[in-house]
């Protein structure tokens, strides 16, 4: 339960940092990290997460992030999901 949250909040800091609008600082992406964070744990393909992190960026904000962007943060969001299933 432990490797769970350290790596949630490591999908977190990555979500922070990426800050897609440049809107800078935290809490400003809460409800989409957290829909995100949700979709990283239904999802394996890297497109797939990509495609849903962009609909879910669209939805709140309105704003088109392109597909490029949102498919290199779904990969760094997968690589930590896939260390976190490797620790035993």
């Known amino acids: 339960?432990?490797?769970?949250?350290?790596?949630?909040?490591?999908?977190?800091?990555?979500l922070n940092e990426w800050?897609?609008?440049?809107?800078k600082g935290d809490s400003q992406y809460d409800t989409e990290i957290a829909d995100?964070?949700?979709?990283?744990?239904?999802?394996?393909?890297p497109e797939d997460l990509a495609e849903r992190i962009q609909s879910i960026y669209e939805f709140s904000?309105?704003?088109?992030?392109?597909?490029?962007?949102?498919?290199?943060?779904a990969k760094q969001l997968l690589a930590i999901k896939e260390n976190d299933s490797c620790i035993i």
């Open 19 to 23: 800050d897609p609008f440049q809107l």
């Open 36 to 45: 995100t964070i949700q979709a990283i744990h239904e999802l394996d393909s």
């Open 1 to 14: 339960m432990e490797s769970e949250r350290n790596t949630n909040l490591q999908f977190v800091d990555v």
């Open 61 to 73: 904000f309105e704003k088109n992030i392109p597909m490029n962007q949102c498919l290199t943060v």
